[in-house]
């Protein structure tokens, strides 16, 4: 396979030298950085990710902060979510979404201070949507990408590793909430937050110039739990039902087609798509996000949306992602499909690089429904 080569238009993570000498086998290109997408043995960093703990680099999180007296009003504008109640140091995941309705974005909102958010963002151009409505919007914010750097402290033994690093403050962190500190000298926030279904934690490093030796200081606190580098784990993100943007949604997508209702909260201030989020909440959607079981051997990971047809070939929407689940001995995902084909039971043909083979729309997630692991 060829290679992508290194470039100064690509950004390194603060990080990268110490993912490079652990071993990091590839690298993918996501908010114009580099991010690990593996340390050459899935099946080890996925077990690690279940039964121990693991640390990822995940910087390409780009942070957009918002700032200024009308911080808050101007967040609010652009997602469904009604941020009003939101406290300093909570965290909510949000949706950002253009005129239409459509789905820009979701990512992990923080409540910095009273005049300050931070939107940590899967890959997207929110940073340039942000700056673009705040144009014209009359309100008085600074639009802006901060020095902050993000790493994932991940597993049923994370707790045990930022207890090590924090003390006893650490414990009482709720889920969803952030407190700040220090790692080596070096300003940080903890968040209890994370793309794993698993008990986890997300830092985000103040000042990115001291990154290798964060990174190595929070390793040395996990070697007594087992921890080892890894990446965000395909098989454990399907498996917890979590969505990739660009992957299982994008800006063609509204929060109804992928199950999202309870973050759209259309009795709230105004927001950029609410008429039409409107409108589409009246009218219903005309396909819906559905979990998978796809029959027959593993499948490797999809690089592109397989093709979903009847028995009989009439086109009904495509599979977006799927993975083999060891722990369910069985390929599991996620497509978008006709309403008509989203009932639990119904029955479909996906076009797989390896064949045709049955899929049953299943109930997702497929693995700790009502999230104990991460809320342990």
């Known amino acids: 396979m060829a290679k992508i ?90 949706l950002i979404t253009d005129q239409y309705g459509g789905i820009l974005n979701d990512p992990v909102l923080l409540r910095i201070a009273e005049d300050k958010f931070w939107l940590s963002r899967g890959d997207s151009d929110i940073l340039m949507w942000a700056k673009g409505v705040a144009v014209n919007s009359g309100l008085n914010v600074t639009i802006g990408e901060p020095d902050v750097a993000a790493m994932q402290i991940q597993g049923p033994k994370s707790l045990d590793v930022v207890k090590s690093l924090f003390g006893q403050a650490a414990e009482n962190l709720k889920y969803y909430d952030f407190m700040e500190g220090q790692i080596a000298g070096n300003d940080v926030i903890l968040a209890r937050t994370g793309w794993s279904a698993e008990r986890g934690y997300e830092v985000y490093l103040r000042g990115t110039e001291n990154g290798v030796k964060v990174w190595d200081t929070i390793m040395e606190a996990g070697q007594p739990f087992g921890m080892i580098p890894s990446v965000p784990n395909r098989i454990r993100r399907i498996e917890a039902g979590i969505l990739d943007y660009s992957v299982d949604m994008d800006e063609s997508n509204n929060p109804f087609e992928i199950g999202l209702d309870r973050l759209v909260h259309l009795d709230g201030d105004d927001f ?18 559905v979990g998978l079981n796809v029959e027959g051997a593993p499948l490797a990971y999809n690089e592109y949306k397989w093709p979903a047809k009847t028995e009989g070939g009439t086109s009904i929407g495509a599979l977006t992602s799927v993975v083999w689940s060891p722990r369910l001995s069985a390929n599991i995902g996620m497509a978008m499909v006709d309403i008509a084909y989203t009932d639990l039971g119904t029955e479909f043909i996906i076009e797989t690089v390896e064949g045709l083979r049955k899929a049953t729309v299943v109930e997702k997630p497929f693995v700790d429904p009502n999230k104990k692991l991460a809320r342990a």
């Open 272 to 289: 950029i798509g609410k008429e039409a989020l409107t409108k589409i909440k009246t009218e219903g959607v005309t396909q819906k996000l």
């Open 5 to 94: 080569s290194l470039s100064p238009r690509i950004r390194k993570s603060p990080y990268f030298e110490a993912t490079e000498r652990h071993g990091a086998a590839a690298y993918s290109v996501y908010n114009k950085m580099y991010l690990p997408v593996g340390y050459g043995d899935a099946e080890k960093e996925f077990d690690a990710l279940c039964n121990a703990v693991t640390l990822w680099d995940v910087a390409v999180q780009r942070i957009v902060e918002i700032s200024g007296p009308d911080a808050l009003k101007f967040t609010n504008m652009l997602t469904p979510r009604d941020l009003t109640k939101c406290k300093v140091g909570q965290c909510k995941y949000v």
